[in-house]
């Protein structure tokens, strides 16, 4: 993965925005967008509130359709793709606002999504035929895994809507991952939680990236997380990327001190 940076240069990169805008009734949202994804990587996308970050993460996992522009997936156009294929494509994303199935349980919010990759055939569904159950088994099993990983298993059997926040947004990502995502996009995962736990986090985003291969978008208000744990930042202000680079040029870029971090370079007043 992140160890052969020759690779890296050379490679194709693993997903592709070329010059994406989104405008909502003449208000453009995101402008120019440009992203060229390394396999492997993490990558974090900052910007003060209403800078387009989420709308950038809609656009890639087809929640939306840009009102011009390209994205490639492995090289393969994907724009305007329904949320369901690029899912199976292998992009998986969290929500900033959580969405996940109250009424049911914390294993069963994950099985669903890991039915993604099932074929199931409607003949042995309803015979209920041991191919079935062992699909069923596997479906389970594997979920089980995944809360595992993410610290729920205790809580498998608890319905979502009497979890605390943070364990909500866990699951979030746990569910994610049961759609086996080659790119996981995470929408601000440190929200409400403290310090204590935006460490857990780190480690626990570091880990997955190992164990799943995976490459990983971050938006996060948590510049302390986004400088310690993202190889690369992009800044978004207004819809567009005003500074591109390691986290230590990007946090020094003029434009990102005055924009985002408050003139002093210092402050996080423009943050949340
Ligand atoms: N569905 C929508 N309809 C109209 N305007 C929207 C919609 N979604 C986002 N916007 C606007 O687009 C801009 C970017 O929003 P968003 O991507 O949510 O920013 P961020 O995630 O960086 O806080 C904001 O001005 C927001 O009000
Ligand atoms: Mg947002």
Known sequence: MTENKEDEVISEPILRVEDVSKSFRGLRAVSGYNLALREGEILGIIGPNGAGKTTVFHLITGFLKPSSGRVYFRGKEITGTPPPRIAKLGLARTFQNIRLFDRLTVLENVTVAAQLHTNYNIFEVFACLPSFRR????????SLELLKLLGLADLRDRRVDGLA???KRRLEIARALATRPKILLLDEPAAGTNPHESDQLHEMILSLRRTFALT??????DMRLMMNLCERLQALNYGEVIAEGTPEEV????????????????TQSAVN
Do not use: A, M
């Open 251 to 266: 946090r020094q870029h003029p434009d990102v001190i005055v924009s985002y971090l408050g003139t002093s370079g210092t």
């Open 165 to 167: 926040y943070g364990d």
């Open 216 to 221: 990983v978008v971050l938006v996060e208000h």
């Open 135 to 142: 699909k069923e088994k596997r479906v389970r099993d594997d």
